[in-house]
């Protein structure tokens, strides 16, 4: 059963046993019903949060072995201050892959500009080779 549901059915007990407690007119005994149903109350609360961060947790868990696969997947060697992944054609960005597991496919660059490397990042701009 749901925890929160659970929680929620043990707080509609203490309203059926709250309206026994006015016929039998015991202070002490309406004080304590009270206690429980703010503990209840509390617990609820504390327990949606928890469902809220398992949620959370279980999405981090899910994109960091997405990650791990790709990594796994995917072991590059160098070439010409590149990347390069058996099975893929061209040269891929050290810096997207090493920092975000993104394959971004790097240009030729030609003219005066080959003189800050051979290659470049279209992403994120860096200057390879
Ligand atoms: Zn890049």
Redesign the pocket.
């Given at each position: 059963m749901d925890p929160v549901a659970s929680i929620q059915a043990a707080i509609g007990t203490v309203g059926k046993l709250r309206e026994l407690a006015k016929k039998i007119e015991e202070a002490d005994f309406r004080m304590l019903l009270a206690d429980l149903s703010n503990d209840l109350a509390d617990a609820k609360v504390e327990a949606a949060e928890l469902k809220t961060r398992l949620a959370q947790a279980l999405e981090d868990n899910t994109r960091l072995e997405k990650q791990l696969n790709t990594r796994q997947s995917a072991t590059p060697q160098l070439q010409q201050g590149a990347y390069a992944f058996e099975g893929q054609e061209g040269l891929f960005?050290t810096?997207?892959f090493d920092a975000h597991d993104k394959k971004?496919r790097v240009t030729p660059l030609t003219g005066p500009f080959r003189t800050f490397g051979k290659w470049s990042?279209p992403?994120?701009n860096?200057n390879l080779g």
């Open positions: 960005c810096a997207c971004i990042c992403v994120c860096a």
